[in-house]
């Protein structure tokens, strides 16, 4: 099917059912026990600087790694697979001087999640869909990087939205599904997300549904950047948003007051994919498929959820306990839309009509 019907397919199947995205990428490929001359290749093998860490790369140097991951996730059940870009913009990838070919690895990273996803959708003709990955970059625009410079930043929006525009048209290019801007810690960066978005649909006549996920970054429930959940979720409604979420940061018992906040708002698709628990003292994560599984239900029985996965720590066993979870539950229904005007700062702001 095209990409056209594939989203049919999957808003219809949304309708019935609770999504499945894939879990975390980084966890997978702890796996693999990738070298440093393994992030290098043959490709890179003169780079002047080690590459070891650069995960984003592997779609170039190790395309055969990358694919197993996405059909593993794909094989343990879900329905949405999220492409290797997390850093995939000049702006991150500059650590490693990788620049010139950031887009490049946008387009060969939606290419690998499609040929997955389309292997899956073969078999039983269950669409399967790839989001591309637009991560939150190095940098922060509403917040200085240096205390004593309140003022300072490293970065303007103009430049950050171009870096998001050659982003998206490259995932474009590649075959993604959906735009999925997440781990927004900076609404501002979001923003500029959104409008490199926009200027890449512009330039390409298409036009891809945008899902876009939050970061509460401790118990505060805030963004890093000062945000509610729910000013969160107003700063972001303009972009009509095909599902709007939380990701990351928290534990499945840390995040559930929050995502609660969000599914009474979001006139959109909620969604949810947590880390595996806090980072422990080793830097682990302590929550197993089996205790992950039993969260994901009591949430899906609430009415909490449409689309479901997992961020750092989890795996395809996660995401296999967590379809299990939420198998046969009426997924959430969003509240009637709100005419009233809804504004925000750090918290939000409706006018009384």
């Not at 702006?91 to 887009?103: M, P, R």
């Not at 075959?175 to 512009?202: C, H, Q, R, Y």
């Not at 009591?298 to 967590?322: D, K, Q, S, V």
Request: hydrophobic share 40%.
């Amino acid at each position: 099917m095209n990409r056209e019907q594939r989203l049919a397919a999957l808003n219809a199947e949304m309708a019935k059912r609770i999504l499945i995205l894939d879990g975390s990428m980084g966890a997978y490929l702890q796996g693999f026990g990738l070298t440093t001359n393994d992030f290098h290749g043959t490709r890179f093998v003169e780079h002047p600087m080690s590459l070891k860490g650069d995960n984003d790369l592997l779609v170039l140097t190790q395309p055969q790694v990358i694919t197993k991951v996405h059909e593993g996730y794909f094989a343990a059940g879900a329905d949405i697979a999220s492409t290797n870009t997390f850093n995939a913009t000049r702006i991150s990838q500059a650590e490693y001087a990788l620049e010139d070919v950031v887009y490049e690895i946008n387009v060969e990273a939606a290419r690998l999640a499609r040929a997955a996803a389309d292997k899956f959708e073969a078999q039983d003709g269950r669409p399967r869909a790839v989001a591309g990955a637009l991560g939150p970059t190095t940098k922060l625009l509403s917040m200085s990087p240096e205390v004593g410079d309140p003022g300072r930043r490293d970065v303007n929006f103009e430049t950050m939205a171009k870096n998001y525009e050659e982003q998206a048209l490259g995932l474009i290019e590649g075959g993604a599904d959906l735009l999925l801007i997440e781990t927004i810690t900076d609404t501002l960066n979001a923003k500029s997300a959104l409008w490199g978005a926009w200027e890449a649909f512009d330039k390409t006549g298409v036009e891809l549904p945008l899902w876009i996920s939050g970061t509460i970054t401790d118990r505060s429930g805030r963004t890093l950047s000062g945000q509610t959940v729910e000013a969160f979720y107003n700063s972001v409604r303009h972009a009509k948003p095909w599902a709007v979420g939380l990701n990351c940061a928290l534990g499945p018992v840390e995040m559930r007051a929050f995502l609660a906040d969000l599914a009474r708002v979001a006139e959109c698709a909620v969604s949810a994919y947590p880390n595996a628990g806090l980072p422990n003292a080793m830097g682990g994560y302590d929550e197993t498929p089996h205790s992950m599984e039993a969260h994901y239900a009591e949430w899906a029985r609430a009415g909490l959820l449409n689309i479901a996965g997992g961020c750092c720590g989890t795996t395809p066993e996660h995401i296999e306990h967590m379809k299990h979870a939420v198998e046969g539950v009426t997924p959430r229904v969003a509240p009637m839309p709100d005419a009233r005007l809804r504004l925000a700062g750090l918290e939000p702001f409706t006018a009384v009509a």
